[in-house]
Antibody, heavy 122, light 111 residues
Framework: EVQLLESGGGLVQPGGSLRLPCEAS????????MSWVRQAPGKGLEWVSG????????YYADFVKGRFTISRDNSKNTLYLQMNSLRTEDTAVYYC???????????????WGQGTLVTVSS | QSVLTQPPSVSGAPGQRVTISCTGS?????????VHWYQQLPGTAPKLLIY???NRPSGVPDRFSGSKSGTSASLAITGLQAEDEADYYC???????????FGGGTQLTVL
């Protein structure tokens, strides 16, 4: 059974940093691209970032470029999202999700974690 | 403002059929990119409902179906049930943005 478990969320001040891990199990982690998608309170879904199965290729939404970094440790079956220079508008539930292919292509996400809430506020 | 446009809400009585539209542009759906649909029950994570325009993952009832034409796509739900009450999101890819894009979501109410 595929399982994705995010953690690391919490309250952070504007300008601060946070790192979100997502532990994966139930599939060969290195064989699949992964993504982060966020959802602001009461709002819709918003793609944030994607990474290939090898970790060699990364992709970002314009609104996080230069501030967020996606990475993965295939030896630990863990995906990460390093978030720097956080803004109040980054407040959201952050979901990690599995792609159906090894190379990231912006296609569908077949499994999602339960999400972790990040609140950016002073 | 979402790149893909969905109606904010739709409703129907139990047993009825409802459709949810998803309108894109020449750089997203109109460029030939596939459309996918997700169901998000209250307080839960999104779940893949339809992929590659019209395919259902294992376990998704055949009451749910998808189609795509031109710059738009649709999700149809037949034989509405109370448990279908949820938010539904379409997703595609936008070549101009080089990014996956979502619709703003449609809240389905079963009357």
């Amino acid at each position: 059974e595929v399982q994705l478990l995010e953690s690391g969320g919490g309250l952070v001040q504007p300008g601060g940093s946070l790192r979100l891990p997502c532990e994966a199990s139930g599939f060969t982690f290195s064989s699949y691209a992964m993504s982060w998608v966020r959802q602001a309170p009461g709002k819709g879904l918003e793609w944030v970032s994607g990474i290939s199965g090898s970790g060699g290729n990364t992709y970002y939404a314009d609104f996080v470029k230069g501030r967020f970094t996606i990475s993965r440790d295939n030896s630990k079956n863990t995906l990460y999202l390093q978030m720097n220079s956080l803004r109040t508008e980054d407040t959201a539930v952050y979901y990690c999700a599995k792609d159906p292919t090894r190379g990231y292509s912006g296609t569908y996400l077949d499994y999602w974690g339960q999400g972790t809430l990040v609140t950016v506020s002073s | 403002q979402s790149v893909l446009t969905q109606p904010p809400s739709v409703s129907g009585a139990p047993g009825q059929r409802v459709t949810i539209s998803c309108t894109g542009s020449s750089s997203s759906i109109g460029a030939g990119h596939d459309v996918h649909w997700y169901q998000q029950l209250p307080g839960t994570a999104p779940k893949l409902l339809i992929y590659d325009n019209s395919n259902r993952p294992s376990g998704v009832p055949d009451r749910f179906s998808g189609s795509k034409s031109g710059t738009s796509a649709s999700l149809a739900i037949t034989g509405l049930q109370a448990e279908d009450e949820a938010d539904y999101y379409c997703q595609s890819y936008d070549s101009r943005l080089s990014a996956a894009v979502f619709g703003g979501g449609t809240q389905l109410t079963v009357l």
